[in-house]
């Protein structure tokens, strides 16, 4: 009786988290479409035939458009509140969808995948407050685990999707999801601290009461009322000046050290040009085509299980797991492409980089993968929050652009070999420092968090 007890108060927590992860969904589409869209594109009897400079900018403008989806994000999570912002959300992602499909040159789809991209920074700097906002501590990160599994199984739809269907086929099954979408995040209430923030004090408690199923209202609504009115009526300038404060500082280093963690790491790389790297390898044993979506099948399980572990085992863990099996992945693909140059026969090895791909999503998508948004969900003030999420997604933004573009340059200034070996470098930091500067999160309530920090 207990059990089921629980089970009906977090069951419209779940519910919300199930909304969330279906906008993920669209991240994942808009993530994996590249690698075999591209592929297609590229061909000789492409419809909209791409050289390399235009693949290479249809791959990266997503994440300009990400800039401004960020700066947006920001600006309608503060005004309309978290569960609005969402809903705004897909509207780009839509419209982008919408454009792909309609298609007939590389100057639309330059703003197609811009648009996506939009959609995509607004994503990630709303979803984390939202869950944040809604949730019980016990089950906040699992949550943002579940919805971060959107990414890799939006990749894996979009792997088999761009295979056998044309651009628009494929494009209007993501355009009818995301109408979908809109009916889920119009029916849900809006997070009560939101409209506690804008006075909105019965709305707020109705709200509570539907996301805790009508248990613990009372004490709920004290808790947030507590939360948001620390000095919730500062002026932008007086809310920058807060960044100023020590456990602000330390709280906004952490989350750009994570975000910049999860884009230097090689994601990007391995995403947009998995199938290039394996043909660089000389890799024969089953079609790259094939290792790509068996990849990202992996990634779906890989987050699957972090659902479970993050509010078990905790935050900090789960990244030095992460950091470590991304950094063994990334030195076999050193250490397979160094046997290449050194003229070795590499017959025996020739699974390795196709292990180093599993090995890379599987320990990516268990903790370098839904760890950041947690932490953001759970380590800043409601007042400045939202500025909080802007930082992180410009910070995501700017350094997927900078991975995503550079590759081929630094492919070309280095070597391949040695690019990987840059990248197990950059992530191996991502072990001490989670040792010894993350703080960590599990179990605790929002106010318990920020009590922490000031200590």
């Known amino acids: 009786m207990i059990q ?7 069951f419209p927590q779940w519910y919300a988290g199930i909304g969330v992860t279906l906008l993920l969904l669209q991240v994942g589409f808009i993530s994996g479409w590249s690698s075999p869209m591209l592929a297609r594109l590229s061909a000789e009897d492409s419809p909209i035939p791409l050289n390399p400079t235009q693949a290479s900018w249809v791959a990266s403008i997503v994440n ?7 700066v947006l994000g920001s600006v309608s999570t503060s005004y309309l509140g978290s569960r609005r ?5 897909v509207f780009p992602v839509a419209a982008g969808w919408l454009i792909t499909a309609l298609t007939q040159s590389v100057e639309w789809l330059y703003v197609a995948r811009f648009y996506s991209g939009v959609g995509l920074g607004m994503a990630f700097n709303s979803f984390p407050l939202y869950i944040g906002e809604v949730s019980m501590p016990e089950i906040r990160g699992a949550l943002i685990s579940m919805a971060t599994t959107g990414g890799p199984v939006g990749a894996l739809v979009a792997s088999i999707a761009c295979s056998y269907l044309n651009l628009t086929a494929s494009s209007c099954i993501y355009l009818a999801l995301c109408i979908m979408l809109i009916g889920i995040f119009f029916w849900l209430p809006e997070s009560p601290h939101h409209l506690l923030k804008v006075g909105a004090c019965d709305a707020a408690r109705k709200s509570i009461d539907w996301y805790r199923a009508g248990k613990g209202v009372d004490n709920e609504y004290d808790a947030v009322v507590k939360f948001v009115s620390i000095d919730s009526n500062l002026s932008f300038m007086e809310k920058l000046r807060e960044f100023k404060k020590p456990p602000i500082r330390k709280a906004t280093f952490q989350i750009i050290a994570l975000y910049t963690f999860m884009q230097i790491c090689g ?6 040009y998995m199938e290039t790297i394996l043909t660089w390898a000389k890799f024969t044993m089953i079609s790259p085509s094939l290792t790509v979506m068996l990849v990202n099948l992996c ?9 479970l572990l993050i509010d078990r085992f905790g935050r900090r863990f789960l990244m030095i797991l992460s950091g470590t099996g991304v950094t063994i992945s990334m030195g076999s693909l050193f250490a397979f492409f ?30 370098m993968l839904p760890v950041p948004s947690a932490m953001l969900s759970e380590t800043f003030p409601a007042n400045i929050k939202c500025i909080a999420a802007c930082i992180a997604s410009l910070t995501g933004a700017i350094m997927s652009f900078l991975s ?10 280095m070597g391949k070999t040695y690019l990987f070996l840059f990248y197990a470098i950059c992530t191996f930091l991502v072990i001490p420092y989670s040792m010894f500067m993350m703080i960590e999160t599990k179990g605790k309530s929002l106010q318990q968090i920020q009590d922490e920090l000031e200590t």
């Open 64 to 70: 300009l458009g990400r800039f401004l989806g960020a």
């Open 299 to 307: 990634g779906i399980f890989s987050s699957s299980l972090s659902i």
């Open 85 to 89: 912002s969402l809903f705004v959300t």
């Open 338 to 367: 160094l046997l290449l140059d050194l003229k070795i026969d590499i017959s025996c090895v020739q699974w390795l980089p196709t292990a180093a791909m599993f090995g890379f999503i599987i320990s990516f998508c268990l903790g």
């Open 404 to 413: 995503s573009k550079t590759f081929q340059p630094m492919v070309d200034a």
């Open 267 to 272: 994601l990007n790389s391995i995403i947009f």
């Open 4 to 10: 089921q007890a629980e089970a009906n108060i977090v």
